[in-house]
Each structure stands twice: as C-alpha cells, then as structure tokens.
C-alpha cells in the first residue's frame, strides 16, 4: 500500500504557473505508474497526465498537452505537475494517483484503474 500527500495548488492567473508536487510513502514508490487526474465543479474526475514507473513514458489528456508535464523523482518518491500556460478552465481540484505495475520493464501507462489517491489540491486559475 501507499499513501499520497499532494501539495502546491492555489491560485493562479492565466497565462502564469504552477508546479504540483505528490509526495508517496508505503510501498517502494518506484512499483507504481503514477497519474495525475482532476475534478471541477459539478464534473466527473478526469485523468490528466501518468507517468510509467521507470519515468521512460508519459501520457496527457489532449488539453493539457504542450501545457503541462508530469515528471518524477524515484529517488525522492515524488512525483510532479508542472503546469505552464493554465486556463480558467484548468480550475479543479487534482488529484495525484498510483497504480502497480509489475512488468519488467516498468513502461507501463495507465489512464484508468488505479488503486490509491491522495486527498487532492485545488488549483483555481483566474482570468
């Protein structure tokens, strides 16, 4: 099992940035895929970005894409959300994710399915 601590949200204008930070403890950290997803007001959560476990491979939502980079820290058990350009409609509360991957290689992505979450930071960006 591990657990997740996120940290960094808060406000943000558009256009400016914002770096998320998701820091694990448990299990080896360097087992897990790891994700970061987001829900906004009155939406379902959606995922945003993962990352594989070896750090090798990444995946972003389409909106985010060019925007924001996940990245990691295995020796730090952290992992990142680095959040250039943000939008209003960025505004959410994200959520860092883990999920094992017991393949060889650990390249493993995942949009869905995973099993342990953090409590979730809030990131409003203004206009």
């Known amino acids: 099992q591990v657990q997740l601590v996120e940290s960094g949200g808060g406000l943000v204008q558009a256009g400016g940035s914002l770096r998320l930070s998701c820091a694990a403890s448990?299990?080896?950290?360097?087992?897990?895929?790891m994700g970061w997803f987001r829900q906004a007001p009155g939406k379902e959560r959606e995922f945003v970005a993962a990352i594989s476990r070896n750090g090798g491979s990444t995946d972003y939502t389409d909106s985010v894409k060019g925007r924001f980079t996940i990245s990691r820290d295995n020796d730090k058990n952290t992992v990142y959300l680095q959040m250039n350009s943000p939008k209003p409609e960025d505004t959410a509360v994200y959520y860092c994710?883990?999920?094992?991957?017991?393949?060889?290689?650990?390249?493993?992505?995942?949009?869905?399915?995973?099993?342990?979450w953090g409590q979730g930071t809030q990131v409003t960006v203004s206009s």
């Open positions: 994710a883990a999920r094992p991957d017991p393949s060889y290689r650990g390249s493993k992505l995942y949009t869905v399915g995973y099993d342990y």
């Open positions: 448990g299990r080896p950290f360097s087992s897990y895929c």
